[in-house]
């Protein structure tokens, strides 16, 4: 084989590698929990960045955890305005107007005062999720454990039974 230039390695390899790492049951279950608890943060537009993050850190497949990110935003919607509410309740705070329509208008029109109004109810979100994330994550990884384990085990027995076929009618015994 010729040598790889500077771009086979500096760019197109550690591609590869991101997209093949962590395809064991094992590690496709605890990408699938590590992304779905991300995917729960309750500060709107960051899932994406931390999944980035801590997929490099725990060699989790990107693409995986990127999917699994983007695939719980109709439940992220929620949980965000529950963990603000959570959050609220269990902190004591003052009950902070949770209107999208005033958060977007303050946030264009005074964006320091956006933040001095609802930093400390998004801190008390992200302690509620802090709480609630470990939970959350040992639940999908116990439940998806043994989905991927079966799904490996047919696809080892698929590739098994072609290759026996495939060595019945070779024309070479």
Not at 75 to 83: M, R
Request: with cysteine; charged share 15%.
């Amino acid at each position: 084989m010729p040598p790889r230039n500077l771009w086979q390695r500096r760019v197109v390899d550690p591609i590869v590698a991101q997209l093949t790492q962590g395809l064991t049951p094992q590690k496709i279950a605890l990408t699938i929990a590590i992304g779905s608890s991300i995917a729960m943060f309750p500060i709107l537009g960051t899932t994406t960045l931390i999944c980035l993050i801590v997929g490099v850190f725990m060699k989790l497949n990107q693409p995986i955890i990127q999917a699994v990110n983007w695939a719980c935003t109709p439940i992220h919607i929620p949980f965000i305005f529950y963990s603000f509410k959570w959050g609220e309740l269990a902190f004591g705070s003052a009950h902070t107007r949770l209107e999208m329509r005033v958060m977007r208008r303050l946030l264009v029109d005074d964006p320091l005062r956006f933040v001095q109004d609802y930093s400390t109810t998004a801190l008390h979100a992200v302690v509620i999720w802090a709480i609630l994330v470990p939970f959350w994550a040992a639940a999908v990884y116990y439940i998806s454990l043994p989905i991927m384990r079966s799904i490996e085990s047919a696809r080892l027995a698929a590739a098994a039974k072609a290759a026996t076929e495939k060595a019945r009618t070779h024309p070479i015994p």
